[in-house]
């Protein structure tokens, strides 16, 4: 909710407590103390109407009496512990003796007390007891969300930006096509990430998805861990190996950096392709093979046809359909969100407090260029957990693993929208303080003019082609050339 001045306000909501006691004397003194502590306390007087409660209720700690008619203190435990996010429960009980403390630690009780006890006393156990819960409700709560990205499917790759959904609507169509796809783009980029969506909204999600580095591969090995061996087939072939290629039987093979495959095998690749079928390394026999194939490379294959370092007619067998991953300077608006998703299942992962950047900290990420892409700022901001000592990640903790800001990175690496945002930027700026009227008109004409203009030098001057261009009517185009005064003799 916000206040009169429109900023956002939060209001505390008071933990819940439960006490569960048959002495009614003691169920008043623990809720006046408790009360004034700020807590919202219920009261139970048996184990059956504790047990109501907990079920209707959500609550951050509970007090039970071991000896309680109906249900007691410990039956009650029990149940909670098969629950998502019980309380903290703390047991009282009159009889202070070792098998009661015992049983109650064993089944899970965050703390044990013997009757009486002092107020003080409590009233530490229960604030510890407290903060406990909440801590650990947090971290519910961020195993919950990782294990949601993690899930498979597209939910896998982090991104709100454009470039990002236009790839979510193209994994979308090439999962139902089982042809061979090739995945293009900059190291750290999630390529990988993409062809396991892929995988996974494909009609083959039951079977394996294999995941081989070329790359990591030594040369002399790269054939028999593709294609399998047999014993005896070459120094240390001591048994049987079945290849990547028959692992995925019936699954996905995803060949990332196929770029750095020699080509003495790119030519077996290729017949592996056609003939849908392996011949182990020292093997009689071909195996008949199910597999389609993701390849992903950060090189540019086609430079490598004119060189010869690829062969053409595997270029075009795996190139049947393509995707092209931009770099994440150029889905800048992405940084905030994967950067909050890092820090979420780092802190998960690493047993960490819950942290959160600062807004500085936030500003410092989105301005860096990312040469490593998303690998390097999931690289940054586990550093950032391990290294920050507070609650907060503040940008002394990040500067040092940054490097030149986005501003130092050449313009054709940039993506037009960024090129158009910071242009806006700038020209909005020069206004500041003053009142601007049709702003929209102002600016959509000097974008369409030199967009037309453009679009008619292409064409030689071809109306008919520049409207089929730019996806407009013919006499729409007439129209905004009037307008706007372009001829094309004056271009």
């Given amino acids: 909710m916000k206040n009169e001045e429109g900023i956002e306000s939060t209001v505390a909501v008071r933990p819940k407590v439960l006490v569960a006691d048959d002495e009614e004397s003691l169920r008043i003194i623990l809720k006046n103390a408790l009360t004034e502590r700020g807590y919202e306390v219920d009261l139970a007087h048996d184990g059956r109407e504790a047990n109501i409660l907990l079920k209707k209720n959500r609550y951050a700690v509970a007090l039970l009496d071991i000896r309680m008619p109906g249900m007691d203190g410990l039956e009650l435990l029990d149940q909670l512990r098969k629950e998502a996010a019980p309380p903290a429960v703390i047991m009282m009980t009159a009889q202070d003796t070792m098998k009661n403390a015992i049983d109650s630690m064993k089944k899970g009780a965050f703390d044990y007390l013997a009757k009486p006890f002092d107020i003080d006393e409590i009233e530490r156990i229960v604030d510890k007891a407290c903060k406990t819960h909440e801590l650990e409700v947090q971290v519910e709560t961020l195993k919950e969300e990782v294990r949601e990205i993690y899930s498979g499917g597209p939910r896998t790759l982090i991104g709100e930006s454009r470039p990002i959904r236009e790839i979510f609507k193209m994994i979308g169509k090439l999962a139902v096509r089982d042809v061979t796809v090739l995945i293009f783009g900059e190291s750290g980029t999630g390529k990988e990430l993409i062809a396991r969506a892929i ?28 294609f399998g061996s047999m014993k005896g087939s070459f120094t240390g072939a001591t048994e049987d190996r079945t290849g990547y290629f028959e692992r995925a039987q019936g699954g996905t093979l995803f060949l990332d950096e196929i770029g750095e495959m020699p080509l003495t095998l790119q030519s077996k690749l290729l017949r592996v392709l056609q003939e849908r079928e392996v011949q182990r390394v020292g093997g009689a026999h071909p195996v008949r093979i199910d597999v389609r194939i993701i390849a992903a490379t950060n090189q540019d294959l086609g430079q490598l046809v004119k060189e010869k370092k690829f062969r053409e007619d595997l270029f075009y067998r795996i190139n049947v359909l393509s995707v092209e991953v931009p770099p994440l300077r150029a889905r800048r608006d992405d940084i905030p969100v994967l950067s909050r998703y890092f820090v979420q299942r780092f802190c998960v992962e690493l047993a960490s407090p819950v942290k959160q950047l600062s807004a500085e900290a936030l500003k410092r990420l989105k301005k860096y260029a990312w040469p490593g892409n998303v690998r390097e700022l999931e690289n940054v901001i586990k550093r950032a957990i391990v290294l920050s000592p507070g609650m907060t990640i503040c940008p002394e903790v990040i500067d040092p693993f940054l490097g030149e800001p986005l501003t130092q990175v050449n313009m054709d690496e940039i993506a037009l929208e960024e090129i158009i945002r910071k242009k806006l930027e700038s020209f ?49 185009l007439r129209k905004k050339l009037k307008e706007l005064h372009i001829t094309w003799k004056t271009l």
Avoid: C
Avoid at 201 to 207: G, I, K
Avoid at 430 to 453: C, F, H, N, Q, S
């Fill in 428 to 476: 909005l700026a020069k206004w500041d303080g003053y009142e601007v009227e049709d702003l929209y008109d102002a600016i959509i004409r000097r974008v369409e003019k030199p967009l037309l203009e453009l679009t008619l030098q292409k064409t030689k001057g071809n109306q008919i082609k520049a409207a089929q261009m730019l996806g407009i009517n013919r006499n729409t």
């Fill in 199 to 226: 995988h996974h909204e494909s009609r083959r999600v039951t079977h394996p998805f294999v995941a081989v580095n070329i790359a990591a591969i030594p040369r002399d090995l790269l054939e028999s861990e593709l």
